[in-house]
Structures are given as structure tokens and as C-alpha cells.
């Protein structure tokens, strides 16, 4: 088993930066691909981008590619989101996952959730 833990949502205008964590505890995080993903009221999850277990690999939302950031940290178990020009329509609850294989962008690859943290973006 897996637990995850976000931090660091709020509510910031519109043009800045947040920065999300990941903290995970049980089996051994570096085994694990780790995702992250939002979900807008009225609207399904979306898939925003994923890391490989060393860090070496990530990959991107094309809707998010060049504001946000994905990284890892092994050995204090954590994932991060760095989010930077904030819009709006960013404004969702993000939550971080686990996968025991290999990066997916798909929902129902990943085995283990958090249970998120509230991001608001005003105008």
C-alpha cells in the first residue's frame, strides 16, 4: 500500500505560481511512477503529466506544457507540481497518483490516489 498526500493548493490571482507536493509513506516510493491530474467541477478528470521512478523521463498535458513542471525528490518521498501563469481555467482540484509500472497518462493505470487539494485561480 501507498499513501499520498497533497499540499500547497490555495487560492492565487491569476499570472502567479503555486507550487503542489506529493507526500508519499508505505511501500517504497522510488518504485513508482507517479502522476498527477485535475478535475474542474462538472468535468472529468484530466491527465496533466507523469514522471518515471528516477526523474529521468516526464511527460506533459499539451494543455499545460511550458507552465507547469513535474519533478520528484526519493529520497524525502515527494512529487512535485510546479505551477507557474496560473489562469483561471486552472482552477480545479489536483490530485497525485501511483503507478506501479511504467508512466501512463491513463486514470485507471495508476493504483494508488490521494485525495487531492483545492486550486483557485481568480481573475
Known amino acids: 500500500q501507498v499513501q499520498l498526500v497533497e499540499s500547497g493548493g490555495g487560492l492565487v490571482q491569476a499570472g502567479g505560481s503555486l507550487r503542489l507536493s506529493c507526500a508519499a509513506s508505505g511501500r517504497t516510493f522510488s518504485h513508482y511512477a507517479m502522476g498527477w491530474f485535475r478535475q474542474a467541477p462538472g468535468k472529468e478528470r484530466e491527465f496533466l503529466a507523469t514522471i518515471t521512478w528516477s526523474g529521468a523521463t516526464t511527460y506533459y498535458a499539451d494543455s499545460i506544457k511550458g507552465r507547469f513542471t513535474i519533478s520528484r525528490d526519493n529520497a524525502k518521498n515527494t512529487v512535485y507540481l510546479q505551477m507557474n501563469s496560473l489562469k483561471p481555467e486552472d482552477t480545479a482540484v489536483y490530485t497525485c497518483?501511483?503507478?506501479?509500472?511504467?508512466?501512463?497518462?491513463?486514470?485507471?493505470?495508476?493504483?494508488?490516489w490521494g485525495r487531492g487539494t483545492q486550486v483557485t485561480v481568480s481573475s
Open positions: 497518483a501511483a503507478r506501479d509500472g511504467p508512466t501512463a497518462q491513463a486514470a485507471n493505470k495508476y493504483d494508488y
